[in-house]
């Protein structure tokens, strides 16, 4: 029996009867490892992507010491430090500096307004030498609405992927898509399909894809397995509000060390 996209999950936490804001920042956030452009792609065993948490920084305020005198930068280091240690029972808290990339938060979600997401099951599929490639379902939101969450989310990892949907948001960009995929592999050998050129298609015009959510570039499945992977891309659309009808392309899987011939091509009726 097929198993169900562990994105489920995810889309659950995004209904309304949940912290909408917060559902969908915490599927977003998932995006620990960006697909890199480079000049060849050669197939590679299994891996195991890492992730990145959240880190948040924080400044403590050290005591002053009393002086009569105005001490040398070197001086008040040493007093402030000594001031510190003299305190019974204290304990030095060490300071953590925000980075110089990290802007000053002042969004709140409540600024970025109700929720705007389309969300729509397609259930399309395509084989290719018995690696099958199935879109379960797609999520739509507006550039700027998700660049206003992420901004107020804050931290090292929403303000990245922030400041990315910004500069794609200044180039013309004006939604971000996200597809599930449910990969499954009928050959006998390990199959792996490399997302790094996969392509967003809308109004005429292609566009890379960002990233995937928990994973990296490659996708590699056992024989006789599956497993689901969400792919997230930006698209530029100048006619209406939505976006129209998206065409998400794969390249052909790696089998036995050779690439099969051909491409994915998954056609997603969104409005």
């Not at 169900?4 to 995810?10: A, G, I, M, N």
């Not at 920042?25 to 050669?42: G, H, R």
């Not at 009928?186 to 005429?204: N, W």
Request: hydrophobic residues 40%; charged residues 10%; negative net charge.
């Amino acid at each position: 029996m097929r198993r169900e996209p562990s994105t489920d999950l995810l889309r659950t936490l995004m209904k309304p009867a949940y912290a909408l804001p917060g559902g969908v920042i915490a599927a977003v956030l998932m995006l620990a490892v960006f697909i890199q452009p480079s000049a060849t792609s050669t197939p590679a065993d299994a891996s195991t992507p890492g992730t990145s948490g959240l880190t948040t920084a924080t400044a403590t305020e050290a005591l002053t010491p009393t002086e009569t005198a105005v001490p040398t930068a070197t001086a008040t280091t040493a007093a402030t430090s000594a001031a510190t240690n003299e305190v019974a029972g204290a304990r030095s808290t060490p300071e953590t500096e925000p980075t110089a990339t990290e802007p000053v938060v002042v969004v709140t979600t409540a600024q970025c307004g109700a929720l705007q997401e389309g969300t729509y099951g397609v259930g399309v599929m395509q084989t290719l030498s018995g690696v099958s490639v199935e879109a379960t379902q797609v999520s739509v939101y507006p550039i700027s609405y998700l660049h206003c969450l992420l901004l107020a989310t804050g931290g090292r990892d929403a303000v990245t992927l922030a400041s990315a949907l910004g500069d794609a948001e200044r180039a013309g960009s004006t939604h971000v898509a996200l597809v599930d995929l449910w990969v499954t592999n009928g050959s006998r050998d390990f199959a792996q399909i490399t997302l790094e050129s996969a392509l967003f298609s809308a109004g005429g015009q292609s566009f890379p894809a960002m990233g995937a959510l928990s994973g990296g570039a490659e996708v590699v499945v056992a024989s006789g397995q599956g497993r689901p992977v969400t792919i997230v891309g930006t698209i530029t659309n100048i006619v209406g509000t939505n976006t129209g009808p998206i065409t998400l392309s794969l390249e052909g899987p790696w089998l036995g060390g050779t690439q099969v011939p051909g491409k994915y091509q998954l056609f997603l009726p969104t409005p």
